[in-house]
């Protein structure tokens, strides 16, 4: 007989797939991108497309989760990471990823590799008005992202197995989601999606992870829009 946590645990890996499964294909249809227009008259096509692409992350990724867990009995939010209340304080030595996290991210996004990628939105003249609006869009991005993984996924897989292969569980899915950027990002990805588990289990919600990922993400950002040969921010250099 199908238990509640059975239930839980089906749809949230369900979701997983058909979640962001329609936020990339929706994502990267021009059909879509074509019907939104420029809703940001700021950005160029090609970085509203980006804009498009974060806005349909935190839809599908984070607040359909967020409707779905609503709709089933006897949980809630706060049991799967959407608090604001902790467990307990991010330990001592999780302060010094930060610093870590810009140095190692300083050093990689002046490589060729990471400068074909990164910005994202590949305006030759930025200005500070189309970083603010690169800046929000990832951090509500990221949100909608972490709660799916380490909220919706973690959490339902925990009550039916332990914390090990759970987070395992969890860091091949993230992995998975990460194959279409190359192998390097999608290996990359194991680690920090142990770290980012393991934190949000001492915690007990998904915001210390929802920090560092957006520390890693703008910082690498905003490195690279540095470190591109081509890419000016209006008033410098």
């Known amino acids: 007989m199908l238990t509640q946590e059975d239930l839980r645990f089906s749809i949230a890996i369900l979701w997983s797939v058909v979640g962001f499964g329609s936020y990339y294909f929706l994502s990267h249809s021009r059909r879509c991108i074509q019907s939104f227009g420029r809703p940001c008259k700021i950005l160029e096509d090609q970085g509203n497309q980006v804009l498009l692409q974060r806005v349909l992350g935190l839809l599908f990724l984070g607040i359909i989760s967020v409707l779905i867990i609503l709709l089933l009995p006897d949980i809630r939010l706060k049991e799967y990471g959407l608090s604001f209340s902790f467990l307990s304080a991010p330990p001592w030595w999780s302060w010094l990823l930060i610093p870590l996290i810009l140095i190692m991210g300083y050093f990689a996004a002046q490589k ?70 190359g192998p390097g990002e999608a290996f990359g990805a194991i680690p920090v999606g142990i770290l980012f588990c393991y934190l949000t289990l001492v915690t007990g919600n998904i915001w210390y992870a929802v920090l560092l990922h957006s520390v890693m993400a703008l910082s690498n950002e905003w490195f690279s829009l540095r470190a591109h040969p081509e890419m000016r921010i209006k008033g410098s250099r």
């Open 112 to 181: 060729p590799d990471n400068l074909k990628m990164y910005p994202q939105i590949r305006a030759l003249h930025w200005t500070r008005e189309m970083i603010a609006i690169s800046a929000v869009s990832w951090v509500l991005f990221l949100i909608g992202y972490e709660f799916l993984f380490r909220g919706f996924i973690l959490y339902a897989s925990l009550e039916l197995m332990e914390p090990i292969p759970a987070i395992a569980l969890n860091c091949a899915i993230y992995a998975f989601a990460h194959f279409y950027k």
